[in-house]
């Protein structure tokens, strides 16, 4: 258990005779989908944020021609000279990621179109937490839809911008049990950004964040809960 997350690991015996940690993907990422963070001066090493923690050695290297039985797609668009951007790619791997979780939410309400991803997100939980339909004859072309999982761990349904309102703190309301934030959720986002030094004092969203850390605003441990139609409080 890391900083509340579990993950498997396995001891590895290197040639000058010492062992290494060396832990196994997070469930539910099948393709590495970190995102590149800052150094981490306690160990004089850059790390890589990923599922809410520090990781070290991501598989996002390239092969050369004797390592071919490992070759990624990442290597194949190299070989074949095709325009690669790093974050456009990884933002398509995320959404490989959860496409079996999220298919049925992949789809435009309106025209039945394929949601495309809209961008690497703040160093959150999911690298693409965002989606839009980009067919221009739609109603909804280029509307944005936020798609996660509720915080709850006894429900995790996935929260649908189009299905659910905010509560007062703006975090979209899960429609199966009510569930918005937590204190413990705002600590850590705020974390999140502190540790990749991604902190911006002139972002209203980050100002707004802070101040819910301080005034400890969280929804879960004060017991209250809002309708997901409504954004109205519910009463115990």
Partial sequence: MIEDNSYSFRWVKYEDNYFKIKYDKPK???FC?????QMDLSVNKEFNWCCNSKCYEPFQSDHNHLEWRKYTLRDFIKI?????NEDLFYRFVSVIN????????????????????????EFAFY??????????????YHDIVYLTHCFNWKCLNIVDSRISTTC??????????????????????????LINKSFDPNNQRHIK?????????GHF????????????????
Avoid at 100 to 119: A, F, G, I, Q, W
Avoid at 129 to 140: L, Q, W
Avoid at 209 to 217: C, I, N, S, T
Wanted: charged share 25%.
């Fill in 28 to 30: 539910g990422i099948t």
């Fill in 33 to 37: 989908d970190a995102v590149k963070s």
């Fill in 80 to 84: 074949l000279k095709l325009p690669f």
């Fill in 98 to 121: 959860r496409a079996n979780r999220l298919m049925k939410k992949l789809v435009c309400l309106s025209c039945n179109h394929l949601l495309r991803d809209v961008k690497t997100s």
């Fill in 127 to 140: 690298r693409v937490t965002t989606f839009h339909c980009t067919n221009s004859d739609c109603a909804k």
């Fill in 168 to 193: 007062p703190n703006g975090w979209y309301i899960c429609d199966a049990c009510n569930s918005c934030c937590s204190q413990d959720k705002l600590d850590k986002r705020f974390s999140n950004l």
């Fill in 209 to 217: 964040l802070k101040m819910q850390v301080d005034g400890r605003y």
């Fill in 221 to 236: 441990e004060r017991g209250e809960k809002f309708d997901f139609a409504t954004g109205i409080q519910i009463e115990s």
